[in-house]
């Protein structure tokens, strides 16, 4: 239902005259930029744009030095509720949210989450999202991939950060960990598009859209490899694809990943804390980008989850436990050494 923004009760413009001849929703569109040229011909035609004092159409040419008076009104997309779930808010101001998304939370609502979702949440937390599209959120992360995501809280900070977004000015930074123990960092540029005939999975695909990741190692174990990955586009399910085409899918990926892989003499309780892995090892660990409004730049980082330090711990106990175990059979057989 259309709802007037609480911070906004009007503009009032003057037409340039370098502007006669134009459209009157492509001069508007460039005058207010932080509104799409789609939302403004919507008010130019429900009557929220006054052109000293009558009203025109879209379409009509400006002549140069008309007054102009828009006010603002917003359609609230009722089809999403607001939810009372918890948020782990990383920073908060009047432009915008960084939020820390747990696994499992999926991010805004679709075919078989029509509820639950992190875009309910919003609405909770803050009820002026609702005028936003998606409740401002501006980009996404898996179900079960964790970590940080920011949300636009006005239409201006929206229309920057989408467009930043696009022009891939928004900096993501990822920890990973992937089966296979690889032997140095490096680049994946391969193009992703929808699988042939997985309608819910990606591939590498020739006529995909172009994608590429960056990444180093942090640590190596017996069988697995903890990285850092840094997007430089934003595809769906990206690092997962492109580990996973490279050979070194993503532990407890149970769409990209293969089968199970646990080094020889592993200890039970290792093998019981990479049998109870049961997401992708994925965590969205740093966001960095010029804030839309303030155009400082700025930082915001999330620890790893717990199941993921667990993780790690568990992969460098067993390490350790095998050199181990490898010193004490040369110290007993040193011809063998």
């Known amino acids: 239902m259309p709802a007037a923004d609480p ?5 009032h413009l003057s037409i340039p005259y370098e502007s006669a001849g134009q459209r009157l929703d492509q001069v508007l569109s460039q005058l207010l930029p932080e509104y799409s040229r789609t939302r403004i011909k919507a008010w130019i035609e429900g009557g929220q744009v006054q052109i000293s004092g009558r ?5 009509d040419a400006v002549l140069g030095g008309e007054q102009v008076e828009v006010t603002p009104v917003f359609e609230v997309d009722t089809r999403v509720q607001a939810q009372d779930i918890a948020l782990d808010i990383v920073h908060e101001d009047r432009h915008l949210l960084v939020v820390n998304k747990p696994a499992g939370l999926v991010v ?14 919003l609405l909770h937390h803050d009820p002026k999202l609702g005028v936003l599209p998606r409740a401002g959120i501006v980009h996404r992360i898996d179900k079960e991939t964790s970590g940080l995501l920011v949300i636009a809280r006005t239409l201006e900070a929206h229309t920057a950060l989408t467009e930043m977004i696009e022009a891939h000015a928004v900096q993501r930074h990822y920890e990973a960990v992937c089966v296979g123990v690889m032997t140095a960092g490096g680049t994946v ?20 859209r172009d994608a590429v990741s960056h990444y180093r ?11 850092r990955v840094q997007l430089e586009t934003g595809r769906t399910h990206q690092i997962r694809v492109h580990l996973s085409h490279i050979g070194y899918p993503l532990v407890g990926d149970s769409v990209y990943g293969k089968r199970l892989v646990i080094p020889k003499g592993a200890s039970a309780a290792f093998d ?18 010029t804030h839309p409004v303030t155009h400082k730049q700025v ?5 790893l989850p717990a199941d993921m330090k667990q993780l790690i711990k ?10 181990k175990a490898a010193a004490k059979a040369r110290a007993a057989d040193p011809r063998g050494a």
């Open 299 to 303: 930082s915001y980082e999330s620890p």
């Open 217 to 227: 190692v942090v640590s190596r174990f017996r069988a697995h490899t903890h990285v």
């Open 7 to 11: 911070e906004i009760t009007s503009h």
């Open 55 to 59: 009203q025109m159409r879209p379409k």
């Open 108 to 121: 805004h609502p679709g075919a078989g989450n029509a509820a639950g979702t992190l875009q309910n949440a």
């Open 314 to 323: 568990a992969l460098a106990t067993d390490l350790k436990a095998s050199e």
């Open 272 to 289: 019981e804390t990479l049998r109870n892995f049961s997401r992708q090892a994925l965590h969205a660990a740093r966001l960095e980008f």
């Open 189 to 208: 540029d391969k193009p992703i598009g929808r699988h042939t005939t997985d309608r819910v999975k990606m591939m590498i695909r020739s006529d995909g």
